[in-house]
Structure formats: C-alpha cells, structure tokens
C-alpha cells in the first residue's frame, strides 16, 4: 500500500519544486486554473489528502492531526528527493504548511497561505461536521457547498458541479479525519517561529475562513504580505484565478514574458519586499524626470531579478545587504535592513550577514553598517509603522 498521497507532477523537471495543497473536500483538481501558468517556472506537484481525489483513505487512521497530514507531505517530498520546496495551499492545506514551515523550516523555500487559517474557529462545529459524515456520508454536504466555497455571485456552472462531485467521492471516514484535524488545529503560539517568505491570501467574502483569520496570519509571521481579494468567498482560487495567480508568480518567482507582464510582476514583488508605504510614496514622489527611472527599477532589478525562482528571497537580502555595505550606499542600506526583515531575516542573522561584511567588506563599512542596521531595528521595534511611514528616502528601489 502506498504512504504516500496521490500526486501530479507538471512542469520542467529542473524548475524550482513548487507543492501545491487542495482543501478540504477537493481535489488536487482545485488547482486546474493556475498549474499551468505555475509550471512555467516551476516543477508543481499537486497533492491529494487522505481519501479525497486519487489518494488512499488508509493513509490517515480514524482521527487525523495536521501534524500527521504535514508528514504525508515530507514523505512525498522524500519520496520526489525534494530536500526543499516551495508550498502553496487553501484552508487546510495552508494549514499543513504552515506547520511545516513552524516545525520544518529547513524543507519550506517560501510558503503561500491561501484563505486559511492558524485556528478554524470552535472545534464543535468540526466535530459536529465530522459525525454527521461518519453517519450519512459526504452527500448532505452538496447543498451547503456553494456558500460555504464561493460568494453568491459565483455564476457555478461545471466548476461547481466538479468541486461538489469531488466533495461526493471523498471518503467519509477520512474526510471525517480531516475535519477532526481542524478541530484540533491551533497554530496561533507558533507563528512567529515561521521563517520562510509568505504569502497570505484573502477571500474577501470568505465564510469559512473570513479576513480577519488571515490577518492573524500575516500579523503573527515575520514579513507576511496580506493580499485580500474582493468578490471572492473561501475557493477564492477558483472565484477569483487572475488575481490569485498573479500574486503566487509574484511571491514564488516567475519569469514574466513581456514589459508588461515584468512590470506587474516588478510592482507586486516591491511591493512585497519594501511594503506599499514605501511604494507608494516612491511612485507619488515620481516627476517627469524619475518616473523612468521609477518604471527602469520596477521591471528590471523587482520584474526581472527579484522575481526569478533560483533563490529565495532571504538569500536574495543577504546578497543585496552585502552588495550596498561595499558600494557604501547607506540609504538603501537601511532600506533594505526593513526589506530583509520583511523577507523573514530576524536581527541575528541581519547580524551574521553584517559580520561576514566585514571579513569581504572591511572593518569600516561593516561598523557603518551595524550602526544603520541597528538604527533600523531599533526604530522597527519600537513602532514599526510608524518607523515606516518616517524614515526619510530618495527614489531608491
Ligand atoms: O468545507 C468547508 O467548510 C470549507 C473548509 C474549511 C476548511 C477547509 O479546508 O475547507
């Protein structure tokens, strides 16, 4: 028997691995719209919880935990040779790789939680959900599932007759499992421990797991962005594809196709990377005289460098730290300070970096460094907004 979930691999074999998890009652197929896009720049992996679409109801016992069903994902990924990967899921699929990145940081490249949740409400509700499946079967859930998934605009159509068909054939026992899963969930103690670049993502209208759940997201993981999509209930993947998909090429890496494309690409990764404070301020600052510069930046150094899979954005701050001690460029220095803790550097390792500038850069540069480093950290500390909002900077990038 297989201890693996089911899985479909799609995408060039040497691109950056990229799992992308389903929630609850759905298949790997909830994915449909956006893989392909996806396996441009990645090698995709779409996977299959316990007893729902292709994967085996055995792999999970009577009751099932997220730490369990974020093991059935390490085993895929031993069983793929994935030592690390990026991770993409919807409710309880974002669920499970939230707890992969607390509990397994070294796996996770980057991490996008899309309309989940660290804690999905009163456990009764869950259990309640869980017996009633153990006694009647998945099939009462069909009524329900359209506002429980979307916004009473979705126009349905085959999607929905897909999503519920998929809900029908999970298997009861296992989807039951999954339900105590959530009921037992609560990642809120344990969200600052994440250290990979995330991503959460809102289903404005969401019931089931409504913004104010994902803001606790972003608010408890160091650097999160928060991107909340209007007209869109929980499957906002499905609801919503574009701005969706826009935002996980933007967060995961993706080589834009034309200037355009680089240019919204560029847009969302600055955005991500230096907050909307700062690039706001930047393009309303633009005069006839920078606003090339401001379009040179955007496409290039954030749509065409930043925004490539080949490393991380932590790597891409320690690299972008130590360039700007040697040239001495200490605006963008503190800039790139507040960047690097938005990309998930705590101090100490802003400090590690800082030391190893000293070795490469020269005693000198690396005290300069340490005093704007320290600067910057303070003043993120002690407000972080309002450190944002303050600190004085040119049309830097
Ligand atoms: O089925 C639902 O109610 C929506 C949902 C909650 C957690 C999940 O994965 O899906």
Redesign the pocket.
Known sequence: MSLVPHFVIEGPSDAPPLLLAP???TSLAVWDGHVKALARDHRVIRWDLPGHGGSAATLVGERATVAELADLVLALADHLGLERFAYAG????GAVGAHLAVRHPDRITSLALVCSSAH?GEPQAWLERAARVRREGTEFLAASAPA??FTSDFPGGEALEKLISDQRAADPVAYAACCEA?ADCDLRGELDRITAPTLVIAGREDT??PPPHSRELADGIAGAGLLEIPGAG?LAPVERPRPVLDALRAHFGAAPSDDAERHAAGTAMRRAVLGDAHVDRALAAATPLTAGFQDFITRYAWGEIWTRPGLDRRTRSCVTLTALVAGGHHEELALHVRAAVRNGLTPEEIGEVLLQTAVYCGVPAANAAFAIARRVLDEATSDETTADETTDHKDDH
């Open positions: 929630s609850l009652g919807i409710s309880i699929g999905f429980r998934w959530l089931a797991t929980h």
